[in-house]
Protein backbone atom coordinates (compact mmCIF):
# COMPACT_ATOMS: atom_id res chain seq x y z
CA UNK A 1 0.00 0.00 0.00
CA UNK A 2 2.61 2.76 1.13
CA UNK A 3 4.92 1.11 -1.78
CA UNK A 4 1.98 2.12 -4.24
CA UNK A 5 1.42 5.47 -2.57
CA UNK A 6 5.13 5.92 -3.19
CA UNK A 7 5.16 4.88 -6.77
CA UNK A 8 2.10 6.72 -7.30
CA UNK A 9 4.09 10.00 -6.27
CA UNK A 10 7.06 9.31 -7.91
CA UNK A 11 5.60 9.16 -11.23
CA UNK A 12 3.29 12.33 -10.47
CA UNK A 13 6.91 14.33 -10.06
CA UNK A 14 8.34 12.50 -12.98
CA UNK A 15 6.03 13.51 -15.22
CA UNK A 16 6.07 17.28 -13.93
CA UNK A 17 9.75 17.48 -14.50
CA UNK A 18 9.27 15.71 -18.19
CA UNK A 19 6.95 18.51 -18.65
CA UNK A 20 9.08 20.94 -17.98
CA UNK A 21 11.65 19.66 -19.85
CA UNK A 22 9.02 19.67 -22.94
CA UNK A 23 7.68 23.06 -21.73
CA UNK A 24 11.41 24.19 -21.52
CA UNK A 25 12.53 23.24 -25.29
CA UNK A 26 9.65 24.01 -26.56
CA UNK A 27 9.69 27.90 -25.62
CA UNK A 28 12.94 29.20 -24.65
CA UNK A 29 14.87 27.16 -27.00
CA UNK A 30 15.59 27.58 -30.65
CA UNK A 31 14.06 24.33 -31.70
CA UNK A 32 10.60 25.72 -32.82
CA UNK A 33 11.81 29.64 -33.72
CA UNK A 34 14.22 32.46 -32.08
CA UNK A 35 12.70 33.05 -28.56
CA UNK A 36 14.18 36.79 -28.84
CA UNK A 37 12.21 37.27 -32.53
CA UNK A 38 9.22 35.75 -30.45
CA UNK A 39 9.59 38.48 -27.68
CA UNK A 40 10.67 41.42 -29.65
CA UNK A 41 8.92 41.10 -32.59
CA UNK A 42 10.32 40.15 -36.41
CA UNK A 43 11.20 43.84 -37.04
CA UNK A 44 13.99 43.89 -33.91
CA UNK A 45 17.31 44.32 -35.41
CA UNK A 46 20.36 41.26 -34.86
CA UNK A 47 22.05 43.86 -32.31
CA UNK A 48 18.94 44.04 -29.98
CA UNK A 49 18.33 40.38 -30.57
CA UNK A 50 21.84 39.57 -29.07
CA UNK A 51 21.38 42.37 -26.44
CA UNK A 52 17.83 40.66 -25.14
CA UNK A 53 19.71 37.53 -25.12
CA UNK A 54 23.00 38.54 -23.38
CA UNK A 55 20.29 40.33 -20.61
CA UNK A 56 17.80 37.76 -20.25
CA UNK A 57 20.93 34.82 -20.07
CA UNK A 58 20.26 33.06 -23.24
CA UNK A 59 23.90 32.99 -24.45
CA UNK A 60 24.43 30.31 -21.39
CA UNK A 61 24.83 26.63 -22.69
CA UNK A 62 21.37 25.03 -22.44
CA UNK A 63 21.86 22.65 -19.56
CA UNK A 64 22.65 25.33 -17.41
CA UNK A 65 19.22 27.60 -18.10
CA UNK A 66 17.20 24.61 -18.05
CA UNK A 67 18.40 24.17 -14.14
CA UNK A 68 18.38 27.86 -13.42
CA UNK A 69 15.03 28.12 -15.11
CA UNK A 70 13.56 24.62 -13.03
CA UNK A 71 15.00 26.43 -9.72
CA UNK A 72 13.16 29.66 -10.41
CA UNK A 73 10.04 27.33 -10.74
CA UNK A 74 10.58 25.84 -7.28
CA UNK A 75 11.47 28.13 -5.76
CA UNK A 76 8.06 30.35 -6.52
CA UNK A 77 10.09 32.73 -8.72
CA UNK A 78 8.10 32.93 -12.08
CA UNK A 79 9.08 35.96 -13.81
CA UNK A 80 7.97 38.85 -15.65
CA UNK A 81 5.06 39.01 -17.51
CA UNK A 82 5.82 41.49 -20.25
CA UNK A 83 2.35 41.95 -20.50
CA UNK A 84 1.39 43.47 -17.62
CA UNK A 85 4.42 44.82 -16.84
CA UNK A 86 5.23 42.92 -13.40
CA UNK A 87 6.20 39.72 -11.57
CA UNK A 88 3.88 36.67 -12.98
CA UNK A 89 2.66 35.71 -9.39
CA UNK A 90 1.21 38.96 -8.82
CA UNK A 91 -1.11 38.01 -11.93
CA UNK A 92 -1.63 34.87 -11.79
CA UNK A 93 -3.09 34.69 -7.77
CA UNK A 94 -6.25 36.75 -8.21
CA UNK A 95 -6.80 34.81 -11.51
CA UNK A 96 -6.38 31.27 -10.04
CA UNK A 97 -8.84 31.92 -7.65
CA UNK A 98 -11.23 33.40 -9.68
CA UNK A 99 -11.58 30.03 -12.06
CA UNK A 100 -11.16 28.24 -8.62
CA UNK A 101 -14.52 29.86 -7.90
CA UNK A 102 -16.10 29.16 -11.01
CA UNK A 103 -14.67 25.16 -11.16
CA UNK A 104 -16.37 24.67 -7.52
CA UNK A 105 -19.73 25.89 -8.67
CA UNK A 106 -19.06 23.71 -11.75
CA UNK A 107 -18.51 20.80 -9.88
CA UNK A 108 -21.01 21.93 -7.07
CA UNK A 109 -23.93 21.45 -9.89
CA UNK A 110 -22.50 18.97 -12.02
CA UNK A 111 -21.11 16.09 -9.55
CA UNK A 112 -24.97 15.76 -8.19
CA UNK A 113 -26.60 15.81 -11.61
CA UNK A 114 -24.86 13.16 -13.56
CA UNK A 115 -24.30 11.47 -10.17
CA UNK A 116 -28.46 11.04 -9.87
CA UNK A 117 -28.91 10.83 -13.80
CA UNK A 118 -26.65 8.05 -13.93
CA UNK A 119 -27.83 6.10 -10.89
CA UNK A 120 -31.16 6.37 -12.28
CA UNK A 121 -30.41 5.32 -15.83
CA UNK A 122 -27.68 2.41 -14.87
CA UNK A 123 -30.77 1.22 -12.22
CA UNK A 124 -32.63 -0.09 -15.10
CA UNK A 125 -30.95 -0.44 -18.25
CA UNK A 126 -32.73 0.06 -21.91
CA UNK A 127 -35.46 1.34 -20.08
CA UNK A 128 -37.24 4.54 -21.65
CA UNK A 129 -35.35 6.63 -19.09
CA UNK A 130 -31.98 5.15 -19.82
CA UNK A 131 -32.75 5.90 -23.32
CA UNK A 132 -33.47 9.41 -22.57
CA UNK A 133 -30.78 10.66 -20.58
CA UNK A 134 -28.28 8.75 -22.74
CA UNK A 135 -29.54 10.30 -25.95
CA UNK A 136 -29.88 13.81 -24.15
CA UNK A 137 -26.21 13.09 -22.72
CA UNK A 138 -24.89 12.74 -26.39
CA UNK A 139 -26.62 16.44 -27.69
CA UNK A 140 -25.31 18.08 -25.09
CA UNK A 141 -21.98 16.57 -25.06
CA UNK A 142 -22.04 17.61 -29.46
CA UNK A 143 -22.02 21.23 -28.74
CA UNK A 144 -18.72 22.65 -28.20
CA UNK A 145 -18.88 25.36 -25.27
CA UNK A 146 -18.26 28.20 -27.70
CA UNK A 147 -21.38 27.10 -29.43
CA UNK A 148 -23.59 26.56 -26.41
CA UNK A 149 -22.59 29.79 -24.84
CA UNK A 150 -23.99 31.08 -28.11
CA UNK A 151 -26.95 29.62 -27.92
CA UNK A 152 -27.65 30.13 -23.79
CA UNK A 153 -26.56 34.03 -24.30
CA UNK A 154 -28.94 34.31 -27.33
CA UNK A 155 -31.68 33.07 -25.14
CA UNK A 156 -31.11 34.09 -21.43
CA UNK A 157 -28.84 37.51 -22.43
CA UNK A 158 -30.47 38.92 -25.36
CA UNK A 159 -34.24 37.19 -25.88
CA UNK A 160 -35.08 36.77 -21.72
CA UNK A 161 -32.80 39.94 -20.60
CA UNK A 162 -32.40 37.46 -17.31
CA UNK A 163 -28.75 37.26 -16.85
CA UNK A 164 -25.91 39.69 -17.68
CA UNK A 165 -23.60 38.40 -20.94
CA UNK A 166 -20.65 39.38 -19.54
CA UNK A 167 -18.50 38.41 -16.55
CA UNK A 168 -15.78 40.52 -16.20
CA UNK A 169 -17.04 41.31 -12.59
CA UNK A 170 -15.63 45.00 -13.05
CA UNK A 171 -18.07 46.56 -10.29
CA UNK A 172 -17.00 43.56 -7.84
CA UNK A 173 -17.94 40.29 -7.13
CA UNK A 174 -21.61 39.32 -8.67
CA UNK A 175 -22.77 35.96 -8.58
CA UNK A 176 -25.73 36.70 -11.65
CA UNK A 177 -22.28 37.25 -13.61
CA UNK A 178 -21.31 33.78 -12.74
CA UNK A 179 -24.47 32.07 -13.79
CA UNK A 180 -23.74 31.26 -17.70
CA UNK A 181 -20.07 30.21 -17.21
CA UNK A 182 -21.30 27.66 -15.01
CA UNK A 183 -24.45 26.73 -17.06
CA UNK A 184 -21.97 26.27 -20.36
CA UNK A 185 -19.70 24.01 -18.20
CA UNK A 186 -22.04 22.31 -16.73
CA UNK A 187 -24.30 21.36 -19.80
CA UNK A 188 -21.03 20.02 -22.15
CA UNK A 189 -19.56 17.96 -18.99
CA UNK A 190 -22.36 16.24 -17.47
CA UNK A 191 -23.41 13.82 -19.96
CA UNK A 192 -20.12 12.28 -19.79
CA UNK A 193 -20.10 11.68 -16.20
CA UNK A 194 -23.64 10.52 -16.66
CA UNK A 195 -22.81 7.91 -19.03
CA UNK A 196 -19.43 6.66 -17.23
CA UNK A 197 -21.79 6.84 -13.65
CA UNK A 198 -24.60 4.63 -15.51
CA UNK A 199 -21.78 2.19 -16.78
CA UNK A 200 -20.99 1.30 -13.62
CA UNK A 201 -24.23 0.92 -11.84
CA UNK A 202 -25.59 -1.37 -14.86
CA UNK A 203 -22.59 -3.33 -14.33
CA UNK A 204 -23.16 -3.14 -10.62
CA UNK A 205 -27.22 -4.16 -10.82
CA UNK A 206 -25.87 -7.31 -12.97
CA UNK A 207 -23.97 -8.91 -10.39
CA UNK A 208 -24.65 -11.73 -8.12
CA UNK A 209 -24.52 -10.06 -4.53
CA UNK A 210 -27.67 -7.84 -6.23
CA UNK A 211 -29.38 -10.69 -6.99
CA UNK A 212 -29.81 -12.05 -3.86
CA UNK A 213 -30.34 -8.98 -1.67
CA UNK A 214 -33.41 -8.89 -4.32
CA UNK A 215 -34.38 -12.93 -4.35
CA UNK A 216 -34.31 -12.58 -0.20
CA UNK A 217 -36.72 -9.80 -0.41
CA UNK A 218 -35.13 -6.38 0.78
CA UNK A 219 -36.84 -3.18 -0.29
CA UNK A 220 -35.88 -2.35 -3.89
CA UNK A 221 -34.75 1.33 -2.32
CA UNK A 222 -33.26 -0.15 0.40
CA UNK A 223 -31.05 -3.10 -2.37
CA UNK A 224 -30.28 0.15 -4.46
CA UNK A 225 -28.93 2.86 -1.23
CA UNK A 226 -27.69 0.08 0.71
CA UNK A 227 -25.96 -2.17 -1.53
CA UNK A 228 -25.93 -0.90 -5.18
CA UNK A 229 -24.47 2.70 -4.82
CA UNK A 230 -21.69 1.67 -2.49
CA UNK A 231 -19.81 -0.51 -5.59
CA UNK A 232 -21.38 1.95 -7.89
CA UNK A 233 -20.07 5.06 -6.61
CA UNK A 234 -16.03 4.37 -6.50
CA UNK A 235 -15.53 4.49 -10.70
CA UNK A 236 -17.54 7.88 -10.92
CA UNK A 237 -14.87 9.00 -8.14
CA UNK A 238 -12.10 8.69 -10.53
CA UNK A 239 -14.15 9.79 -13.60
CA UNK A 240 -14.74 13.27 -11.71
CA UNK A 241 -11.38 13.77 -10.63
CA UNK A 242 -10.44 13.18 -13.88
CA UNK A 243 -12.78 16.32 -14.82
CA UNK A 244 -10.36 18.55 -12.86
CA UNK A 245 -8.42 18.15 -16.19
CA UNK A 246 -10.87 18.65 -18.86
CA UNK A 247 -12.43 21.55 -16.50
CA UNK A 248 -8.69 23.17 -17.26
CA UNK A 249 -9.22 23.09 -21.05
CA UNK A 250 -12.85 24.07 -20.60
CA UNK A 251 -12.44 27.41 -19.09
CA UNK A 252 -10.39 28.44 -21.30
CA UNK A 253 -12.94 28.84 -23.90
CA UNK A 254 -15.72 29.86 -21.37
CA UNK A 255 -13.49 32.38 -19.56
CA UNK A 256 -12.81 34.13 -23.06
CA UNK A 257 -16.21 33.95 -24.26
CA UNK A 258 -17.51 35.79 -20.86
CA UNK A 259 -14.40 37.73 -20.55
CA UNK A 260 -14.42 36.40 -17.20
CA UNK A 261 -11.31 37.17 -15.30
CA UNK A 262 -9.57 33.98 -15.05
CA UNK A 263 -6.87 31.36 -15.54
CA UNK A 264 -7.81 30.24 -18.56
CA UNK A 265 -8.36 33.39 -20.02
CA UNK A 266 -5.06 34.22 -18.92
CA UNK A 267 -3.30 31.27 -20.56
CA UNK A 268 -4.77 31.92 -23.69
CA UNK A 269 -3.79 35.75 -23.56
CA UNK A 270 -0.05 35.11 -22.97
CA UNK A 271 -0.20 32.42 -25.48
CA UNK A 272 -1.54 35.18 -28.05
CA UNK A 273 0.81 37.90 -27.14
CA UNK A 274 3.66 35.90 -26.58
CA UNK A 275 4.61 36.24 -22.71
CA UNK A 276 6.50 33.68 -22.65
CA UNK A 277 7.35 33.69 -18.65
CA UNK A 278 3.49 34.19 -18.07
CA UNK A 279 2.83 31.58 -20.56
CA UNK A 280 5.24 29.21 -18.83
CA UNK A 281 3.64 29.37 -15.53
CA UNK A 282 0.18 29.44 -16.97
CA UNK A 283 1.41 26.22 -18.27
CA UNK A 284 2.91 24.46 -15.30
CA UNK A 285 0.31 25.37 -12.98
CA UNK A 286 -2.49 23.39 -15.28
CA UNK A 287 0.16 20.60 -15.79
CA UNK A 288 0.55 20.28 -12.00
CA UNK A 289 -3.13 20.30 -11.05
CA UNK A 290 -4.00 17.90 -13.88
CA UNK A 291 -1.41 15.55 -12.46
CA UNK A 292 -1.68 15.88 -8.87
CA UNK A 293 -5.96 15.41 -9.46
CA UNK A 294 -4.90 12.19 -11.44
CA UNK A 295 -2.98 11.14 -8.61
CA UNK A 296 -5.38 11.92 -5.98
CA UNK A 297 -7.92 9.70 -8.30
CA UNK A 298 -5.49 7.10 -8.15
CA UNK A 299 -4.80 6.62 -4.41
CA UNK A 300 -8.21 7.69 -3.83
CA UNK A 301 -9.42 4.76 -5.86
CA UNK A 302 -7.25 2.00 -3.93
CA UNK A 303 -8.37 3.63 -1.05
CA UNK A 304 -12.24 3.47 -1.65
CA UNK A 305 -11.81 0.29 -2.87
CA UNK A 306 -11.47 -2.87 -0.75
CA UNK A 307 -10.57 -5.11 -3.03
CA UNK A 308 -7.63 -3.24 -3.38
CA UNK A 309 -7.37 -1.86 0.32
CA UNK A 310 -6.81 -5.38 1.62
CA UNK A 311 -4.82 -7.11 -0.78
CA UNK B 1 3.06 -19.49 -56.98
CA UNK B 2 3.82 -19.30 -53.03
CA UNK B 3 4.87 -15.58 -53.86
CA UNK B 4 1.67 -15.19 -55.24
CA UNK B 5 -0.54 -16.55 -52.44
CA UNK B 6 1.78 -14.50 -50.11
CA UNK B 7 0.80 -11.05 -52.60
CA UNK B 8 -2.65 -12.22 -52.69
CA UNK B 9 -3.28 -12.81 -48.87
CA UNK B 10 -3.77 -9.60 -47.31
CA UNK B 11 -5.64 -7.74 -50.52
CA UNK B 12 -8.38 -10.57 -49.52
CA UNK B 13 -8.18 -9.90 -46.13
CA UNK B 14 -8.67 -5.94 -46.54
CA UNK B 15 -11.11 -6.48 -49.12
CA UNK B 16 -12.75 -8.70 -46.54
CA UNK B 17 -12.93 -6.52 -43.75
CA UNK B 18 -13.60 -3.82 -45.87
CA UNK B 19 -16.66 -5.50 -46.97
CA UNK B 20 -17.79 -6.41 -43.12
CA UNK B 21 -17.82 -2.80 -42.36
CA UNK B 22 -19.84 -1.97 -45.28
CA UNK B 23 -22.44 -4.78 -43.53
CA UNK B 24 -22.11 -3.33 -40.26
CA UNK B 25 -23.49 0.20 -41.34
CA UNK B 26 -25.95 -1.59 -43.17
CA UNK B 27 -27.26 -3.04 -39.79
CA UNK B 28 -27.43 0.58 -38.85
CA UNK B 29 -31.26 0.42 -40.51
CA UNK B 30 -31.82 -1.04 -37.00
CA UNK B 31 -30.57 2.14 -35.07
CA UNK B 32 -33.28 5.05 -35.51
CA UNK B 33 -30.36 6.94 -33.44
CA UNK B 34 -28.09 6.00 -35.99
CA UNK B 35 -29.97 6.60 -39.29
CA UNK B 36 -29.68 10.44 -37.41
CA UNK B 37 -26.44 10.39 -37.47
CA UNK B 38 -26.01 8.89 -40.77
CA UNK B 39 -28.10 11.41 -42.45
CA UNK B 40 -26.80 14.03 -40.24
CA UNK B 41 -23.05 13.27 -41.40
CA UNK B 42 -24.02 12.49 -44.61
CA UNK B 43 -25.90 15.73 -45.36
CA UNK B 44 -22.71 17.73 -44.52
CA UNK B 45 -20.53 15.66 -46.51
CA UNK B 46 -22.90 16.55 -49.60
CA UNK B 47 -23.31 19.95 -48.97
CA UNK B 48 -19.24 20.16 -48.64
CA UNK B 49 -18.52 18.17 -52.42
CA UNK B 50 -21.02 20.39 -53.85
CA UNK B 51 -20.27 23.62 -52.40
CA UNK B 52 -19.91 25.30 -55.68
CA UNK B 53 -23.20 24.46 -56.86
CA UNK B 54 -24.82 25.54 -52.97
CA UNK B 55 -23.29 28.51 -52.37
CA UNK B 56 -24.83 31.62 -53.87
CA UNK B 57 -21.94 34.16 -53.45
CA UNK B 58 -18.27 34.41 -53.22
CA UNK B 59 -17.19 33.33 -49.37
CA UNK B 60 -14.89 35.98 -48.72
CA UNK B 61 -16.07 38.65 -51.12
CA UNK B 62 -17.48 41.71 -49.24
CA UNK B 63 -21.06 42.23 -50.53
CA UNK B 64 -23.52 44.10 -48.16
CA UNK B 65 -22.35 44.36 -44.42
CA UNK B 66 -24.52 44.02 -42.24
CA UNK B 67 -27.87 42.44 -44.15
CA UNK B 68 -29.96 40.61 -42.09
CA UNK B 69 -32.02 36.83 -42.99
CA UNK B 70 -33.66 37.26 -46.03
CA UNK B 71 -32.38 40.40 -47.31
CA UNK B 72 -32.45 40.42 -51.04
CA UNK B 73 -29.02 41.25 -52.77
CA UNK B 74 -28.58 43.43 -56.01
CA UNK B 75 -28.07 40.71 -58.11
CA UNK B 76 -30.92 39.08 -57.15
CA UNK B 77 -29.54 36.42 -55.21
CA UNK B 78 -31.24 36.18 -51.60
CA UNK B 79 -29.06 35.98 -48.31
CA UNK B 80 -30.81 32.84 -46.57
CA UNK B 81 -28.80 33.83 -43.60
CA UNK B 82 -27.97 37.16 -43.77
CA UNK B 83 -24.35 38.61 -43.71
CA UNK B 84 -21.55 39.47 -41.70
CA UNK B 85 -19.76 42.82 -40.82
CA UNK B 86 -17.73 42.40 -43.73
CA UNK B 87 -20.80 42.32 -45.93
CA UNK B 88 -19.78 38.13 -46.61
CA UNK B 89 -22.86 35.87 -47.36
CA UNK B 90 -22.98 33.93 -43.96
CA UNK B 91 -24.51 30.74 -45.61
CA UNK B 92 -22.22 30.88 -48.37
CA UNK B 93 -19.47 31.14 -45.84
CA UNK B 94 -20.87 28.12 -43.88
CA UNK B 95 -21.23 26.16 -47.24
CA UNK B 96 -17.48 26.61 -47.88
CA UNK B 97 -16.37 26.17 -44.32
CA UNK B 98 -18.43 22.48 -44.22
CA UNK B 99 -15.18 21.91 -46.49
CA UNK B 100 -12.52 23.16 -44.23
CA UNK B 101 -13.44 20.54 -41.67
CA UNK B 102 -14.63 17.85 -43.67
CA UNK B 103 -10.87 18.04 -44.94
CA UNK B 104 -8.86 18.88 -41.43
CA UNK B 105 -10.68 16.92 -39.39
CA UNK B 106 -10.57 13.35 -41.13
CA UNK B 107 -7.43 13.88 -41.91
CA UNK B 108 -6.20 14.61 -38.52
CA UNK B 109 -8.24 11.78 -36.98
CA UNK B 110 -6.48 9.51 -39.75
CA UNK B 111 -2.76 10.89 -38.97
CA UNK B 112 -3.41 10.41 -34.99
CA UNK B 113 -5.39 6.75 -35.55
CA UNK B 114 -1.75 5.55 -37.98
CA UNK B 115 0.51 6.76 -35.19
CA UNK B 116 -1.92 5.08 -32.46
CA UNK B 117 -2.10 2.10 -33.84
CA UNK B 118 1.24 1.57 -34.85
CA UNK B 119 2.27 2.67 -31.06
CA UNK B 120 -0.32 0.75 -30.14
CA UNK B 121 0.55 -2.78 -31.90
CA UNK B 122 4.15 -2.42 -30.71
CA UNK B 123 3.27 -1.90 -27.18
CA UNK B 124 0.88 -4.38 -27.12
CA UNK B 125 2.63 -6.80 -29.13
CA UNK B 126 5.97 -6.67 -28.08
CA UNK B 127 5.47 -5.98 -24.48
CA UNK B 128 8.48 -5.41 -22.46
CA UNK B 129 10.53 -2.25 -22.72
CA UNK B 130 8.84 -1.33 -25.96
CA UNK B 131 5.61 -1.23 -24.05
CA UNK B 132 6.65 0.42 -20.76
CA UNK B 133 8.28 3.23 -23.01
CA UNK B 134 5.63 4.14 -25.07
CA UNK B 135 3.05 3.97 -22.04
CA UNK B 136 5.24 6.38 -19.89
CA UNK B 137 5.00 8.67 -23.10
CA UNK B 138 1.45 8.24 -23.28
CA UNK B 139 0.71 9.04 -19.79
CA UNK B 140 2.64 12.39 -19.93
CA UNK B 141 1.10 13.74 -22.64
CA UNK B 142 -2.40 12.64 -21.56
CA UNK B 143 -2.01 13.98 -18.57
CA UNK B 144 -1.57 17.38 -19.67
CA UNK B 145 -5.12 19.32 -20.18
CA UNK B 146 -6.02 19.01 -24.30
CA UNK B 147 -6.63 22.71 -24.67
CA UNK B 148 -3.42 23.49 -23.21
CA UNK B 149 -1.03 21.25 -25.01
CA UNK B 150 -2.89 22.62 -28.24
CA UNK B 151 -2.73 26.11 -27.06
CA UNK B 152 1.23 26.00 -26.71
CA UNK B 153 1.80 23.83 -29.72
CA UNK B 154 -0.19 26.18 -32.19
CA UNK B 155 1.71 28.95 -30.32
CA UNK B 156 5.12 27.68 -30.96
CA UNK B 157 4.79 26.46 -34.65
CA UNK B 158 2.37 28.54 -35.81
CA UNK B 159 -1.58 28.23 -37.19
CA UNK B 160 -2.08 26.83 -40.29
CA UNK B 161 -3.93 23.71 -41.24
CA UNK B 162 -0.96 21.53 -41.51
CA UNK B 163 -0.06 22.78 -37.82
CA UNK B 164 -3.34 21.77 -36.51
CA UNK B 165 -3.36 18.02 -37.88
CA UNK B 166 0.27 17.92 -36.32
CA UNK B 167 -1.58 19.21 -33.23
CA UNK B 168 -4.12 17.13 -33.34
CA UNK B 169 -1.81 13.89 -34.03
CA UNK B 170 0.45 14.93 -30.87
CA UNK B 171 -2.16 14.87 -28.37
CA UNK B 172 -4.61 12.35 -29.41
CA UNK B 173 -2.19 9.23 -30.48
CA UNK B 174 -1.83 8.20 -26.95
CA UNK B 175 -5.28 7.50 -26.60
CA UNK B 176 -5.79 5.50 -29.39
CA UNK B 177 -2.32 4.05 -28.27
CA UNK B 178 -4.09 2.74 -25.39
CA UNK B 179 -7.11 1.55 -26.83
CA UNK B 180 -5.31 -0.74 -29.58
CA UNK B 181 -2.70 -2.08 -26.69
CA UNK B 182 -5.55 -3.09 -24.54
CA UNK B 183 -7.34 -4.59 -27.51
CA UNK B 184 -3.72 -6.32 -28.79
CA UNK B 185 -3.61 -7.51 -25.29
CA UNK B 186 -6.54 -9.56 -25.31
CA UNK B 187 -5.78 -11.03 -29.46
CA UNK B 188 -2.41 -12.07 -28.49
CA UNK B 189 -3.12 -15.36 -27.09
CA UNK B 190 -5.50 -16.43 -29.70
CA UNK B 191 -4.90 -19.66 -31.52
CA UNK B 192 -4.85 -18.22 -35.10
CA UNK B 193 -1.95 -15.73 -33.81
CA UNK B 194 -0.10 -18.57 -32.48
CA UNK B 195 -0.79 -20.24 -35.98
CA UNK B 196 0.80 -16.96 -37.62
CA UNK B 197 3.65 -17.64 -35.93
CA UNK B 198 4.04 -21.02 -36.17
CA UNK B 199 3.97 -20.21 -39.89
CA UNK B 200 6.53 -18.07 -39.69
CA UNK B 201 5.22 -14.45 -40.40
CA UNK B 202 6.93 -11.78 -39.73
CA UNK B 203 5.94 -9.64 -36.66
CA UNK B 204 4.49 -7.14 -38.47
CA UNK B 205 2.62 -8.80 -40.81
CA UNK B 206 0.93 -10.52 -37.53
CA UNK B 207 -0.05 -7.31 -35.66
CA UNK B 208 -1.76 -6.10 -38.95
CA UNK B 209 -3.44 -8.67 -40.73
CA UNK B 210 -3.96 -11.12 -38.17
CA UNK B 211 -4.55 -8.93 -34.87
CA UNK B 212 -5.78 -5.51 -36.56
CA UNK B 213 -8.63 -6.61 -38.13
CA UNK B 214 -9.60 -8.43 -35.32
CA UNK B 215 -10.07 -5.03 -33.20
CA UNK B 216 -11.83 -2.92 -36.06
CA UNK B 217 -14.95 -3.30 -34.29
CA UNK B 218 -14.17 -0.90 -31.24
CA UNK B 219 -11.69 0.95 -33.02
CA UNK B 220 -14.45 2.13 -35.73
CA UNK B 221 -16.55 2.71 -32.84
CA UNK B 222 -13.87 5.23 -30.64
CA UNK B 223 -12.99 6.94 -34.58
CA UNK B 224 -16.94 8.66 -34.78
CA UNK B 225 -16.56 9.57 -31.44
CA UNK B 226 -13.00 10.87 -31.30
CA UNK B 227 -14.01 12.37 -34.97
CA UNK B 228 -16.55 14.64 -32.96
CA UNK B 229 -13.68 15.89 -30.94
CA UNK B 230 -11.56 16.77 -33.32
CA UNK B 231 -14.36 18.89 -34.71
CA UNK B 232 -14.83 19.91 -31.50
CA UNK B 233 -10.81 21.02 -31.61
CA UNK B 234 -10.90 22.86 -34.90
CA UNK B 235 -13.84 24.30 -33.88
CA UNK B 236 -12.53 25.78 -30.74
CA UNK B 237 -9.40 26.99 -31.58
CA UNK B 238 -10.85 28.61 -34.52
CA UNK B 239 -13.08 30.41 -32.29
CA UNK B 240 -9.68 31.16 -29.94
CA UNK B 241 -8.26 32.60 -33.05
CA UNK B 242 -5.70 29.93 -32.97
CA UNK B 243 -7.29 28.20 -35.89
CA UNK B 244 -6.60 28.67 -39.96
CA UNK B 245 -5.49 31.85 -40.89
CA UNK B 246 -8.71 34.68 -42.33
CA UNK B 247 -10.17 34.81 -44.52
CA UNK B 248 -11.02 31.40 -45.67
CA UNK B 249 -14.35 30.46 -43.62
CA UNK B 250 -13.95 28.35 -40.95
CA UNK B 251 -17.00 27.98 -38.20
CA UNK B 252 -15.27 28.58 -35.25
CA UNK B 253 -13.34 31.66 -36.70
CA UNK B 254 -16.65 32.92 -37.49
CA UNK B 255 -18.43 32.76 -34.29
CA UNK B 256 -14.83 34.37 -33.18
CA UNK B 257 -15.06 37.38 -35.56
CA UNK B 258 -18.43 38.10 -34.99
CA UNK B 259 -19.17 37.24 -31.44
CA UNK B 260 -19.11 41.37 -30.78
CA UNK B 261 -22.15 42.25 -32.35
CA UNK B 262 -24.19 38.84 -31.24
CA UNK B 263 -26.27 41.24 -29.51
CA UNK B 264 -27.67 43.21 -32.40
CA UNK B 265 -27.12 40.65 -34.77
CA UNK B 266 -27.61 37.17 -33.20
CA UNK B 267 -27.74 35.56 -37.04
CA UNK B 268 -23.94 36.15 -37.26
CA UNK B 269 -23.08 33.84 -34.77
CA UNK B 270 -26.24 31.49 -34.79
CA UNK B 271 -25.95 30.06 -37.44
CA UNK B 272 -22.55 28.61 -37.60
CA UNK B 273 -22.88 27.58 -34.31
CA UNK B 274 -26.15 25.49 -35.14
CA UNK B 275 -23.93 24.02 -38.16
CA UNK B 276 -20.78 22.61 -36.05
CA UNK B 277 -23.27 21.11 -33.25
CA UNK B 278 -25.39 18.99 -36.07
CA UNK B 279 -21.96 17.87 -37.65
CA UNK B 280 -20.53 17.14 -34.09
CA UNK B 281 -23.92 15.46 -33.25
CA UNK B 282 -24.16 13.59 -36.19
CA UNK B 283 -20.66 11.68 -35.47
CA UNK B 284 -22.09 11.05 -31.90
CA UNK B 285 -25.00 9.85 -32.95
CA UNK B 286 -23.38 7.31 -35.46
CA UNK B 287 -21.18 6.10 -33.16
CA UNK B 288 -23.40 5.62 -30.60
CA UNK B 289 -25.37 3.84 -33.12
CA UNK B 290 -22.45 1.82 -34.16
CA UNK B 291 -22.20 1.00 -30.78
CA UNK B 292 -25.38 -0.98 -30.06
CA UNK B 293 -25.15 -2.89 -32.56
CA UNK B 294 -21.85 -4.04 -31.78
CA UNK B 295 -23.26 -5.08 -28.95
CA UNK B 296 -25.94 -6.85 -29.92
CA UNK B 297 -23.72 -9.33 -32.12
Redesign the interface.
Known amino acids: MILLLLKRIGFMLFTMVVVSIILFLLLETGLTGDPATRVLGNFASDQQKEMWRDQHGYNQPTMVRYAKWLGNFATGNLGTSIRYKGPVKEVLLPRLWNTAILGFWTFAIMIPLSLILGVLSGMKEGSILDRTISVTGILTTSVPEFASAVFFSALFVFGLKWLPGTSSMAGGFEFQQLILPAMVLVVYDFGYVARMTRASMAEVMTSQYIRSAVLKGLPYRQVIIKHALRNALIAPFTVIMLQINWLLSGVIVVEFFFAYKGFGALLLEASLNNDIALLEACAMVAVVVAVSSQTIADIGYTFLNPRIRFS | MTTQSKTQMPSVGVGAAILRVIKSFGLLRESW ?1 GMIGVFLVLFWVIVAIFAPLIAQFDPNAAIQPFAKPGVVAASGSTFWLGTDHLGRDILSRIVWGSRTVLLYAPLATLSAYTVGILMGLMAGYRGGLVDDILSRIS ?2 IL ?6 LY ?7 GASGMNIVIAITFASSPGIMRIVRGLVLDLRNRDYVAAAQTRGESDWRIMLFEILPNARGPLIVDACLRL ?1 YVI ?1 TI ?2 LG ?4 GLPPPDPDW ?1 GM ?1 NET ?1 QM ?2 VF ?1 HM ?2 FP ?2 A ?2 SL ?2 GF ?2 LA ?1 GLREISLRD
Open positions: VDISFPVLVIIVIATIGIGVFLGLGVRAMPTLCIISILNLD
